[in-house]
């Protein structure tokens, strides 16, 4: 079993930057794959960067140039560093990890203001 807690959400102008983070506890040797994801309102979930376990970085093309996703191997913890934010960008942010099954957070709020 594998815990998440997300954190580091809230509001911004456009432009601005945010940093979210997602703690992971439980069995945390066995993750191979951590993501984040997010949903807009009244939209459907969808892929925003990911690392693999061996470091490999994938991002949406709408996010490509602005987020950088990162991992800290000794503190269990993936984190989203998002730059020049727009306002579409606003939506609830969810971390996901994989070992042999998958784990979602709890969502942070992310609401950027125009």
């Known amino acids: 079993q594998v815990q998440l807690a997300e954190s580091g959400g809230g509001l911004v102008q456009a432009g601005g930057s945010l940093r979210l983070s997602c703690a992971a506890s439980g069995s945390t040797t066995s993750i191979n794959f951590s993501g984040w994801y997010r949903q807009a309102p009244g939209g459907q979930r969808e892929f925003v960067a990911s690392?693999?376990?061996?470091?490999?970085?994938y991002y949406g093309d709408s996010v490509k140039g602005r987020f950088t996703i990162s991992r800290d191997n000794a503190k269990n913890t993936v984190y989203l560093q998002m730059n020049s934010l727009k306002p579409e960008d606003t939506g609830v942010y969810y971390c996901?990890?994989?070992?042999?099954?998958?784990?979602w957070g709890q969502g942070t709020q992310v609401t950027v203001s125009s």
């Open positions: 690392i693999t376990g061996g470091a490999s970085k």
């Open positions: 996901n990890v994989h070992t042999d099954v998958a784990y």
